[in-house]
Every structure is written in C-alpha cells, then in structure tokens.
C-alpha cells in the first residue's frame, strides 16, 4: 500500500502531465486538428480530475505545513500560492463549462471561454509545479514530517 508521503510528488507529476497535454491541444487546435486537441484536452481533463482526488487526499490525512524559505523568496511564494488557490478554484467550473460547450457542439460558445479557460488551467498547472518545487524540493521541511 502507498503512503501518503508520495502524494505531493505525485501532484507534481499529475500537473505536469496536465500542463503537457495542454500545450499539445492548444498546438494542435492552433494547427487545425480537431480530433488530437479533443484527445488531448479530455486526457488533461482526466489528469487534472485524478490530481484533484489525489489532493483532496493529501490534505484530508496531513496537516499543511509552513513554508521553510525566508525574507523575499517568502513573499513570492505566498504571492504565488494565494494566484495558485484563488484561480484552482475558479478553473474548475471554467473548465466544465468549456468542456460542456464543447461536447454540446457549440463551438463558438466554446472557442469564446476556452480564450480564458486555457490561460488559467495552464497557470494552475504550472504554478503547482512551482508550489511543489519550493515547498518540498527547494525549501522542505527541517524536521521529521507528519505522513
């Protein structure tokens, strides 16, 4: 059975993962192929739908801990968490609305939210990516943690 401890690095993977598959859709819609950006965006979809289950674990069994840089990092950092919850939490009903739009083959509609979907969905992504770097990678946690 896997410990929990593995959950933030998993994330990382997941939103990584995520931010890949939305770079391809966005290329290949750019490019004109329906059917590799439909493929890419439900796998990112996918992915983002198993990151969230999978952080919604992590915080139901581990305590959040302090961030461990100090003086300017420690701003930025704050200042970069707080952009990443806020707009979490505003992606997910963007994205299914998108995503409904799309499905629905009202892709004018769609075309019109995805302009402000992806930017956001794509700054989610890569802003846990850089959550998790300096949380657990650049800045851990000094002592023994709770997992």
């Known amino acids: 059975m896997l410990s929990v401890s593995v959950l933030p690095h998993l994330n990382a ?12 859709g966005f290329f ?7 059917f590799a950006h439909r493929w890419c965006m439900v796998a990112a979809l996918t992915v983002s739908g198993l990151f969230l289950i999978s952080y919604v674990t992590l915080r139901f069994y581990t305590p959040i801990f302090v961030f461990q ?15 990443h919850v806020l707009l979490a939490m505003a992606i997910v009903p963007l994205v299914l609305i998108t995503v409904l739009r799309a499905f629905k083959d009202r892709f004018a509609a769609h075309k ?11 700054y989610v992504s890569v802003s846990g990516i850089l959550v998790y770097l300096m949380l657990y990678q650049l800045y851990p946690l000094k002592t023994a943690q709770v997992m």
């Open 13 to 24: 993977v997941l939103n990584g993962i995520a931010a890949c598959l939305l770079i391809s």
């Open 28 to 34: 290949f819609i750019k490019s004109g192929n329906r």
């Open 112 to 122: 019109k939210i995805a302009r402000w979907t992806w930017p956001v969905w794509m």
């Open 69 to 83: 840089g100090e003086g300017v990092i420690r701003i930025f950092y704050y200042i970069l968490l707080i952009s």
